[in-house]
T-cell receptor
Framework: DVKVTQSSRYLVKRTGEKVFLECVQD?????MFWYRQDPGLGLRLIYF???????EKGDIPEGYSVSREKKERFSLILESASTNQTSMYLCASSTSKAPASTQYFGPGTRLLVL | AQKITQTQPGMFVQEKEAVTLDCTYD???????LFWYKQPSSGEMIFLIYQGSYDQQNATEGRYSLNFQKARKSANLVISASQLGDSAMYFC??????????????FGQGTELSVKP
């Protein structure tokens, strides 16, 4: 079974802090994604990566950066956390080897910025 | 412009009845894929069913089926014989372009389904 893990389920940070959210997958997937989920807005893509050291901006990259130094790990960084970044953050991974290849999601991190 | 639209923010269904969750999409790409996910209150996203744009038959997975109407650009999820455990948020998503080019998904806003005993 595919497993995607995220470093924390719940996180409380102060405004201005640097925040790291870690995501690890164990299925050798090429693609990894970071989303944020807010009520009524669905999932919005922040950044994604098709390969090690590659990254591309999603729909809402402002205020975020990412790092992918190893294939299995994709980190989301909030350089200076703000209250409007309070949200649920979901990491996902997928392979591009089959048409029906779905994204597999981690359990999510609920981030509260005070 | 909204590419994936789920017009039902919330729905109720009686246990053991069937329910249809609506999803319409917008794309000019001939190659795309449509996915449905379930998100229980615990937060994890669970993949339910997939339909490719070139698939001739509607996809089915157990109690889930996808009513794919290509000309109308709709991909409704049908859940037969609803169970209490089906109460969750349901998301429709679309992958534009060929599957071997990254697999980025666009999600709808979601429909919250509540199953009544």
């Amino acid at each position: 079974d595919v497993k995607v893990t995220q470093s924390s389920r719940y996180l409380v940070k102060r405004t201005g802090e640097k925040v790291f959210l870690e995501c690890v997958q164990d299925m050798d997937h090429e693609n990894m994604f970071w989303y944020r989920q807010d009520p009524g807005l669905g999932l919005r893509l922040i950044y994604f990566s098709y390969d090690v050291k590659m990254k591309e901006k999603g729909d809402i990259p402002e205020g975020y950066s990412v790092s992918r130094e190893k294939k299995e790990r994709f980190s989301l960084i909030l350089e200076s956390a703000s209250t409007n970044q309070t949200s649920m953050y979901l990491c996902a991974s997928s392979t591009s080897k089959a048409p029906a290849s779905t994204q597999y999601f981690g359990p999510g991190t609920r981030l509260l910025v005070l | 412009a909204q590419k994936i639209t789920q017009t039902q923010p919330g729905m109720f269904v009686q246990e053991k009845e069937a329910v249809t969750l609506d999803c319409t999409y917008d794309t000019s790409d001939p190659s795309y894929g449509l996915f449905w996910y379930k998100q229980p209150s615990s937060g994890e996203m669970i993949f339910l069913i997939y339909q490719g744009s070139y698939d001739q038959q509607n996809a089915t997975e157990g109690r889930y089926s996808l009513n794919f109407q290509k000309a109308r650009k709709s991909a409704n999820l049908v859940i037969s014989a609803s169970q209490l455990g089906d109460s969750a948020m349901y998301f429709c998503a679309m992958r534009e372009g060929p599957y071997n080019q990254g697999g980025k998904l666009i999600f709808g806003q979601g429909t919250e389904l509540s199953v009544k005993p």
